[in-house]
């Protein structure tokens, strides 16, 4: 089994409260990554990183934010949450050569009233 | 961007059948060729995973095969159990990057008992 660990697995909120979902990995991958999907639905990437101090945007908007201070640490920050937020927050990592397999957290289902 | 497009968005079919999924792509930076499974309630995990310096690649009841002329890769469920209910996606690196994935929209599977 992956070690990618996300925290918390569920989390109610209100309108305009600040987030930050928690994703960490123990296998030492340099590649991170955090998709976003509706159950069941397509995975859409919102952010990922190749390394330390290294983040990059994805193929979806979103108004999340995302660090990387430590290699095995890769958190997702939402300033003012909003219903439209509302979703499940996938984590994943990998090795960094190539585009080999990536291994992912058992998401976090946000939900913002 | 990479366009993936997998068919079909969800299938029925019936204990001990054969369940096909297929994906089509554009160009791909890098010769990789994955299939993930997802379970209700969890992240995704690599299910089989094809180079195509072969057409073809089998691990038990799944079987890869994998058409590069005409760029299309499909996933072949022998003997298909209730336990193989999921949604299955593909994926492929984009052009001018080997180093993430563009997945597919992915496909729901029912097995009925």
């Known amino acids: 089994e992956a070690d990618i660990y996300q925290t918390p697995r569920y989390l109610v909120i209100g309108t305009g409260k600040k987030i930050t979902l928690e994703c960490s990995q123990t296998m030492g991958h340099d590649k991170m990554y955090w998709y976003q999907q509706d159950p069941g639905m397509e995975l859409h990437l919102i952010h990922y990183s190749y390394g330390v101090n290294s983040t990059e945007k994805g193929d979806l908007s979103s108004e999340s934010t995302v660090s990387r201070i430590r290699t095995e640490h890769f958190p997702l920050t939402l300033e003012s949450a909003r219903p439209s937020h509302t979703s499940q927050y996938l984590c994943?990592?990998?090795?960094?050569?190539?585009?080999?397999?990536?291994?992912f957290g058992p998401g976090t289902r946000l939900t913002v009233l | 961007q990479q366009q993936v497009k997998q068919s079909p968005q969800s299938l029925i079919v019936q204990k001990g059948g054969i369940s096909i999924i297929n994906c089509a792509y554009e160009?791909?930076?890098?010769?990789?060729f994955p299939w993930y499974q997802q379970f209700p309630g969890k992240g995704p995990a690599l299910l089989i995973a094809?180079?195509?310096?072969?057409s073809e690649k089998k691990e038990g009841r799944f079987t890869i095969s994998f058409n590069k002329s005409a760029k299309q890769f499909s996933l072949h469920i022998m003997d298909s159990q209730p336990g193989d209910s999921a949604t299955y996606f593909c994926a492929t690196p984009p052009p001018g990057s080997a180093r993430q994935l563009t997945f597919g929209s992915g496909t729901q599977l029912t097995v009925l008992p």
């Open positions: 994943a990592s990998s090795e960094l050569g190539g585009a080999g397999e990536q291994f």
């Open positions: 160009n791909t930076a890098f010769d990789y």
């Open positions: 094809i180079r195509p310096d072969v």
